[in-house]
């Protein structure tokens, strides 16, 4: 094999190379800045995540004999401890915790506007007070003000959706106004963390072999 043959092979390996690396930029670039467009022309952005929530019979037992013994010298104990246990009734038997950050991503604020879930359910407006949710039945969340966000909480059983489109049908908001709402769905940051990683050994994996691909093409070179 000639010097000049040799050197032509490690451009083309060269080019190559540098072709899928452009060829990757260009593509996250591409992504970025459609995600970019979407997020400023989207009205409402709404940040879904679905986790499972923690039951504890042990804490609901003890939750309620405190408060029957609170109650035990009021005219009808047995109604205060039951309207204690239906008022967190939902809370304690829930198996899927949602969170849902909902930010107004327009200049103008939102009026009317509201939440609904599929199932019954109990909600937490950021610090506020717990209340209960009707199945498909909308919960005035009021005015959301421009480039506010609202964190709900919510707990609820029966929450069983498999797919990105049943979570946009089971968590459905409205307004006054006609909005259109993107749905995101982050992963939890353990998950991003092991991504990364995986993206990191992935990516030492591929300049491994092209080092090991442009020594053996040097050294053939040099041995003919």
């Not at 929530?53 to 029957?68: C, G, L, T």
């Not at 029966?158 to 006054?176: C, E, H, I, M, N």
Request: glycine share 4%.
């Amino acid at each position: 094999m000639s010097w000049v043959g040799a050197n032509a092979a490690l451009w083309s390996i060269l080019w190559a190379a540098l072709g899928i690396i452009a060829t990757t930029a260009l593509t996250i670039l591409v992504t970025k800045a459609a995600s970019s467009l979407l997020q400023r022309t989207s009205q409402v952005v709404a940040e879904v995540q679905i986790n499972e929530a923690f039951v504890s019979q042990k804490i609901f037992d003890e939750f309620r004999a405190q408060h029957i013994a609170a109650y035990r010298n009021s005219k009808d104990p047995a109604q205060h401890s039951f309207d204690l246990f239906d008022k967190y009734r939902r809370y304690f038997t829930a198996n899927k915790y949602v969170r849902i950050d909902v930010t107004n991503n327009t200049p103008k604020k939102l009026s009317g506007f509201s939440f609904s879930v599929e199932s019954p359910a109990m909600m937490q407006i950021g610090e506020s007070d717990f209340v209960e949710l009707s199945s498909n039945v909308p919960f005035s969340l009021g005015e959301l003000q421009p480039r506010r966000t609202l964190i709900l909480h919510v707990f609820c059983s029966g929450f069983w959706v498999y797919s990105r489109a049943l979570t946009k049908q089971a968590l459905v908001f409205t307004s006054d106004d006609h909005i259109r709402v993107r749905y995101k769905f982050p992963l939890p940051e353990h998950i991003k963390r092991h991504v990364r990683n995986y993206m990191l050994y992935a990516a030492t994996a591929v300049w491994v072999v092209f080092i090991i691909l442009l020594m053996t093409v040097t050294v053939k070179t040099g041995t003919s």
